[in-house]
């Protein structure tokens, strides 16, 4: 219980400093707040297996979620709601982010076949995988609980979470009962 509240206290410290930008094109960009998951140091493998950081995420209003392609019953539904907000949203140049949960399982190569089995626009979706503490940081700053069930899944909650383009939480919807217009109200113009 310790380690994990000082976890959390390091990680809520982290994000109060903002990222300093390595290279003059990510200086042109607005530095994330003290409130951004773009502070995040985490690197991550895309389904095209290119490395990424959040801070690649800049610059587009994102719904983000935690699930892993393995999944039997909720992360199908989560892809759905995901799906269900995209298309109420068009024109509203929203990205989607899936994380899974399950790194070691979920290879790029995996991620693709997930993403082109969903029928999920590489345009607008972006699948990721990173490293256990990568999971385990973005997984307490977005407040998505889980853990491993013991039958090579993950319990785990079922978490929307609308970013804007700085990487800062506009708006969560903890549960499966999504309205997508509803959803979509959240979303500024």
Known sequence: MLRALLVAWAISFALSFPVMAHDHAAMAQAAPSGASLFNLPSHWTDQNGRAVTLRDLAGRKSVVAMGYTSCPDICPLIVANMAAIEKAAQGRGLRFVF???????????????????????????????????????????????????????????????????????????????????????????
């Open 99 to 189: 994380v899974t949960l399950d790194p070691k399982g979920d290879t790029p190569e995996k991620l693709k076949a997930y993403a082109e089995a969903h029928g999920l626009d590489p345009a607008d979706w972006t699948l990721l995988a990173g490293n256990d503490k990568a999971v385990r940081d973005l997984a307490a700053v977005l407040g998505v609980r889980y853990r491993a069930n013991g039958e090579g899944g993950f319990d785990h909650s079922a978490l929307l979470t609308l970013l804007n383009e700085n990487g800062e939480v506009l708006y969560q919807k903890p549960d499966m009962q999504v309205d997508p217009a509803d959803f979509v109200a959240h979303v500024p113009h």
